[in-house]
Nanobody, 113 residues
């Protein structure tokens, strides 16, 4: 059974940082492209960042230069380092095995003073 478990969300002030983690199990993590998505209230879920099995990354324009996606195949983990956070980054963040129906349960990120 494939499982993805996110952690690391919380409340942070504008300009602050958070690091999200996603640990997977039940699949061969090292051969799977991974991604982070987010969904804000009353908005559609959107791709934030993705990383291929070889480490190639892509980012939404809104987070370029502020967010960094990385992976550790030995730990079956993918991370999202979020710096210079803005109120508009507030959303539930989801981890996904890209191009599949496997998602995590989500972790709330709130950026507010």
């Amino acid at each position: 059974q494939v499982q993805l478990v996110e952690s690391g969300g919380g409340l942070v002030q504008p300009g602050g940082s958070l690091r999200l983690s996603c640990i997977t199990s039940g699949t061969i993590f090292g051969v799977k492209p991974m991604a982070w998505y987010r969904q804000a209230p009353d908005k559609e879920r959107e791709l934030v960042a993705a990383i291929s099995t070889g480490g190639t990354t892509i980012y939404a324009d809104s987070v370029k230069g502020r967010f960094t996606i990385s992976r550790d195949n030995a730990k079956n983990a993918v991370y999202l380092q979020m710096n210079s956070l803005k109120p508009e980054d507030t959303a539930v963040y989801y981890c996904r095995i890209r191009f599949t129906a496997y998602w995590g349960q989500g972790t709330q990120v709130t950026v507010s003073s």
